[in-house]
């Protein structure tokens, strides 16, 4: 069986996220996903709309997602991938090149981000009051 991980948010859950988590199914037989906890986001400067069990709810619900577990810290992704006997790390092409000592252990795969949506894009519309129109 080959294993695949990701981390992420997951914050205002958005079609961006759903898209990857897919592709990063697409590369394995089964996906393990690490929901960045609220004290780690806030390392990272990130305050959270929703509260990390949350997320990893909504996470966890995903037809892609064969487990979820909490990451909270960096360190915790070389940790994971050697708990997990993991052959491929995911994460979006916007984290291009920084995860690439890791490919001393897995494949190490950057996927594109959905064009035109961001978790930030979303919060800064919701704070000037204004949402996107549904086609």
């Known amino acids: 069986m080959k ?9 205002l859950f958005h079609i961006g996220h759903l898209n990857i ?3 990063a199914k697409e590369l394995g037989d089964y996906l393990i996903v690490g929901v960045s906890s609220d004290d780690f986001n806030l390392e990272k400067g990130k305050v959270c709309m929703i509260p990390d069990y949350e997320r990893m709810e909504i996470v966890s619900a995903i037809k892609y997602v064969d487990e979820v577990i909490l990451e909270t810290s960096w360190d915790q ?10 052959d491929t790390f995911v994460m979006g092409d916007d984290w291009e090149g920084k995860f690439d000592e890791l490919k001393e252990y897995c494949d190490v795969v950057y996927l594109p981000r959905t064009e035109g949506i961001s978790t930030t894009d979303i919060k800064d519309q919701i704070q000037k009051g204004k949402t996107k129109t549904l086609k």
């Open 21 to 23: 988590l897919k592709r």
């Open 3 to 11: 294993k695949v991980i990701t981390y992420g948010t997951f914050d």
């Open 77 to 86: 992704k070389k940790e994971d991938i050697l708990r997990y006997q993991i």
